[in-house]
């Protein structure tokens, strides 16, 4: 079983910063793509940013220029770097992945959740 553990959340003030990290329990170097979603209260979950195995990455438009996603194949981590944040941001941040099982079958894989609080 593929278990996916965050962490990094907390409380700061707008224009502040936050690393969040993603733990996977098992190598990530032969998934394809690692991805990080939010939901904040009253609003559907949302996906923020996502990476491939190949380290291409694509962006939310409401954090692109903010936020930054990166891998560490090694560490078998993935990061969300959270720069000049906004109230807006405010959420509770999962990590998540798709791994095929099998030729004709995946699963998705989703992390407990960190929660992120940005004050005005």
């Known amino acids: 079983q593929v278990q996916l553990v965050e962490s990094g959340g907390g409380l700061v003030q707008a224009g502040g910063s936050l690393r969040l990290s993603c733990v996977v329990s098992?190598?990530?170097?032969?998934?394809?793509?690692m991805d990080w979603y939010r939901q904040a209260p009253g609003k559907q979950r949302e996906l923020v940013a996502a990476?491939?195995?190949?380290?291409?990455?694509s962006y939310a438009d409401s954090v692109k220029g903010r936020f930054t996603i990166s891998r560490d194949n090694a560490k078998n981590t993935v990061y969300l770097q959270m720069n000049s944040l906004k109230p807006e941001d405010t959420a509770v941040y999962y990590c998540h992945t798709t791994i095929r099982t099998a030729p004709w079958a995946s699963r998705d894989y989703w992390g407990q959740g960190t929660q992120v609080t940005i004050s005005s």
């Open positions: 098992e190598s990530i170097s032969s998934i394809n793509v």
């Open positions: 990476i491939t195995s190949g380290g291409s990455t």
